[in-house]
Nanobody, 126 residues
Framework: QVQLVDAGGGLVQAGGSLRLSCAASGRSSSDYAMGWFRQAPGKERELVAAISRSGGNTAYADSVKGRFTISRDNAKNTVTLQMNSLKPEDTAVYYC???????????????????WGQGTQVTVSS
């Protein structure tokens, strides 16, 4: 079983940037696809971005396309989410997740993932 620790959240003004990181341990990172989800108060958890085992395929929510970039370094067992041009509506707790399902459809929902980080708060002020 993989263990995930995510970090990098904080308070930023609208238009600013943050970089989230997720460190994995317990299994080889190339065994699983990775995703970043977010959950705002009173809302369901939603997929922000996903990346395949090799890093060769990525997927993004429409709301973050062109602003967020997901990447991974399998040698270091890390996944990052670079968030640019942040908006107040990006405010949420962000979670990284690891999934053993095949790319892509099962990984579009949270039930397609098998391990989760503890979450990191991102707050964007207007």
């Amino acid at each position: 079983q993989v263990q995930l620790v995510d970090a990098g959240g904080g308070l930023v003004q609208a238009g600013g940037s943050l970089r989230l990181s997720c460190a994995a341990s317990g299994r080889s990172s190339s065994d699983y696809a990775m995703g970043w989800f977010r959950q705002a108060p009173g809302k369901e958890r939603e997929l922000v971005a996903a990346i395949s085992r090799s890093g060769g395929n990525t997927a993004y929510a429409d709301s973050v396309k062109g602003r967020f970039t997901i990447s991974r370094d399998n040698a270091k067992n890390t996944v990052t989410l670079q968030m640019n041009s942040l908006k107040p509506e990006d405010t949420a707790v962000y979670y990284c997740a690891a999934g053993y399902a095949s790319w892509l459809n099962p990984l579009l929902r949270d039930h397609g993932y098998d391990a989760w980080g503890q979450g990191t708060q991102v707050t964007v002020s207007s």
